[in-house]
């Protein structure tokens, strides 16, 4: 049954390939910037992703920036990490966002905070995210509490978390995305996708396990327009793999914007023909402006209607 308090939801329910996409918070207080980035989404994408302190960086708060956004018009997605709140804070976040509207929800460990600018900040980790799912599960399904209080209002939350099809051991992500899925689970969005051949490999083994029938899974998609940026991802970003055909052919275009659209279109092409993958999760970092052009190339727009 559609949970009818998320469009995401519905629309994956409805049978639809779903269209994500993502955006940063600024580093600082200007809710201008929010509304900026909207106006490029508002249309093209079926629900958005705001990051919560990403990189262990100072931003504006998820949640409300997620609110701003949502008053433009956008389905929003918010994330919440383990880093910075102990389990008080974050159910009391959840609490809060939900009250405000916001109906969807990624569960995240969080970057550590030696990863940012302030790596003598005291970092918290109580809850990584297998219990974080539980315990928003269990509050949204029971409306109970960690602490087994009972609520007369649960928040309403669509649950996600995130997968990485190409980070090692193998055989060990596979066993704590199926805690994931265990521990209540509704969607996956996964690490951006360069090598399809892992990709198809992980898909594989994800259906050998069944999870495909049991979660959404939406594959991630990050355009880009340097050959610099994917070398940096290659280089520095823990858990990407980045082929170096990849960054040959981005070395070799003439017009490297016009030719990250291309890859990433392509990189779409390719994962809708995939048994299991239900939507895509697009992830242009500092490039907003771009997802209606990549919507467009895709033959994703216009989006379909639900409630």
Known sequence: MAKKYSKVKNMLDAGHFVVCSEMGPPIGADPDFIREKANYLKGYVDGVNVTDNQTAIVRMSSIAAAKIAMEEGLEMIIQITGRD??????????????????????????DHQTFGKDPGAKNVFEM???????????????????????????????????????????????????????????????QAIYNMEKFEYWMEEVRKRGMHEEVDILAGILPTRSAKALRMMKKYVAGMDVP??????????????KEGVKMAVETIEKVREIEGVRGVHLMPVAWEEITPEVVKEASLYPRPEVE
């Open 128 to 190: 990584g995210s297998v219990q974080l799912i539980k315990a928003v599960n269990d509050m949204v399904e029971d409306g109970i509490l960690i602490n087994g209080d009972e609520m007369k209002v649960p928040p309403k939350m669509f649950i996600g978390a995130a997968a990485n099809p190409f980070a090692d051991p193998f055989e060990m992500q596979m066993i704590k995305m199926q805690k994931k899925v265990k521990s209540g689970v509704e969607f996956f969005q996964t």
């Open 85 to 110: 709140r102990n389990r008080i804070g974050l159910q009391s976040d959840i609490l809060g966002a939900s009250a405000l509207g916001l109906r969807n929800v990624l569960l995240l460990t969080g």
């Open 244 to 257: 170096d055909h990849v960054i040959k052919r981005m070395d070799q275009a003439e017009d490297k914007e």
